[in-house]
């Protein structure tokens, strides 16, 4: 993921405040994380987060639509709570909880859990970069009326 990132000119800490921020506020679909609830836990999860997403999914394979929320402290909330749960292995995502167990991000995560403020700036300056990354413009950008599906096909 970090590869993917930096071939974008984002650096580490861009990658880290950006999943972050966009995942404090998303849900996810129970399809995307079974894996690592049924049939075995991942020993990395906390306990108690795996008995919940397993009563909360358990019919995910006849229900596509059930999801839960990423950070599932204060979801909702715009802020730093999902660095302190990856903290405690409280991440939905592997990709997320790996995000505190590899030490290229891990000094991250820690910042942001402990600086709220240094977690908003950070993320307010990744967004500015994010914003004007391969802009197209003229007849080769278009302003979408929905933001999932483009005007024209």
Do not use: W
Request: aromatic letters at 10%; proline letters at 5%; charged letters at 20%.
């Amino acid at each position: 993921m970090i590869n993917k990132f930096q071939s974008m000119g984002f650096d580490v800490k861009d990658m880290v405040v950006l999943i972050g921020g966009g995942h404090t506020i998303g849900f996810v679909h129970c399809k995307e994380f079974a894996h690592r609830i049924f049939p075995t836990p991942d020993p990395t999860m906390n306990p108690i987060l795996v008995e919940r997403l397993r009563k909360m999914c358990a019919n995910y394979t006849s229900n596509n639509d059930m999801s839960a929320f990423l950070d599932v402290i204060s979801p909702g909330n715009f802020d730093n709570v999902l660095f302190k749960n990856l903290m405690k292995g409280i991440g939905v995502l592997g990709s997320d909880q790996l995000l505190h167990s590899d030490p290229r991000t891990k000094p991250f995560v820690e910042l942001y859990a402990n600086n709220a403020i240094a977690f908003a700036n950070d993320f307010a300056q990744a967004m500015e970069k994010v914003s004007v990354y391969q802009v197209k413009i003229g007849q080769q950008g278009e302003v979408r009326k929905r933001c999932d599906s483009i005007n024209h096909i």
